[in-house]
């Protein structure tokens, strides 16, 4: 679709394996407002005043982080700021949300499955007969 017609932020593949190779530290990644969403959330805001239903999830993320979240937080704000100037522009918006619509095909769940059907689980299609139609639709399911 282009890269003007989508939002990229984060690491990439690559800055990910260098920095869990250094030994990742998600506090070292803290920003003054991760650290009022970390706390919002254990105040209880969220679970009608209970600060321990989500300790272990913030707790989690403060000391492990396995996907980064952290160190991906500060450029999630950055691109949802230029998300928002985008859809502030309507003529812009709807171009991207047409393009990214009429170009997504090729990721369609079928075409996924059947391609998991043949390249990896090597089942070959079914027929099978749905109800409510009169031709055999095939499927990749093991008989």
Known sequence: VGEENFFLYGLTAEEVMQLKAEGYRPQEHMTEELREVIDLINSGFFS????????????????HDPYLVFADFAPYAACQLRVSEAY?????WTRMSILNTARS????SDRTIQEYCRDIWHVPAVPVRLMSRQEDVKVGFMQ
């Open 48 to 63: 009608h005043g209970d600060t321990q239903l989500f300790r272990a999830l913030t707790d989690g993320l403060m000391w």
């Open 88 to 92: 502030r522009d309507v003529e812009r």
């Open 105 to 108: 095909g090729i990721f369609s």
